[in-house]
């Protein structure tokens, strides 16, 4: 073979010992992180034995307006606020933000109705037929 372990004639006799499994070494290398070299880690991909993987971190550290109490901003236009308005700071308002949904529209009286029927009849164990087939042909049988 090319590792010249065994010897091939009439028989098949071992030259060496102890074998030493190099890709055992090297996948024991990047499962503890050690660093390979590129021949290396390209005949572990080739052999699909192991795969790159991207990591992102990110650090966070304390920035130019980091307060360790947070400011309490002035948020509604009041009579005293306007009255106070030098000593007082208010908050920046975002204009693109969407607004709380409106509660409205309602379901129609006789729909209300419709609906609790409905409900009882699903209680009781009836089941709501699909309403794309109210009639089914039976004379193609």
């Given at each position: 073979?090319?590792?010249?372990?065994?010897?091939?004639?009439?028989?098949?006799?071992?030259?060496?010992?102890?074998?030493?499994?190099?890709?055992?070494?090297?996948l024991?290398?990047?499962?503890?992180?050690?660093?390979?070299?590129?021949?290396?880690?390209?005949?572990?991909?080739?052999?699909?034995?192991?795969?790159?993987?991207?990591?992102?971190?990110?650090?966070?550290?304390?920035g130019?307006?980091?307060?360790?109490?947070?400011?309490?901003?002035?948020?509604?236009?009041?009579?005293?606020?306007?009255?106070?308005?030098?000593?007082?700071?208010?908050?920046?308002?975002?204009?693109?933000?969407?607004?709380?949904?409106?509660?409205?529209?309602?379901?129609?009286?006789?729909?209300?109705?419709?609906?609790?029927?409905?409900?009882?009849?699903?209680?009781?164990?009836?089941?709501?037929?699909?309403t794309n087939?109210?009639?089914?042909?039976?004379?193609?049988?």
């Open positions: 073979g090319k590792n010249k372990w065994v010897e091939m004639g009439k028989k098949v006799s071992r030259k060496v010992q102890h074998v030493e499994d190099r890709v055992k070494n090297l024991l290398q990047t499962q503890e992180g050690l660093e390979i070299d590129k021949e290396s880690l390209s005949s572990l991909k080739a052999r699909k034995l192991i795969e790159p993987k991207i990591w992102k971190g990110y650090s966070v550290k304390k130019p307006k980091y307060a360790p109490k947070r400011k309490n901003f002035a948020t509604d236009l009041t009579v005293e606020n306007l009255k106070n308005w030098k000593e007082l700071e208010f908050k920046e308002y975002n204009f693109n933000a969407k607004g709380q949904p409106v509660d409205a529209g309602h379901l129609h009286p006789l729909l209300k109705v419709r609906k609790q029927f409905k409900d009882i009849f699903c209680q009781m164990g009836f089941e709501e037929m699909p087939n109210f009639v089914e042909s039976n004379f193609w049988n």
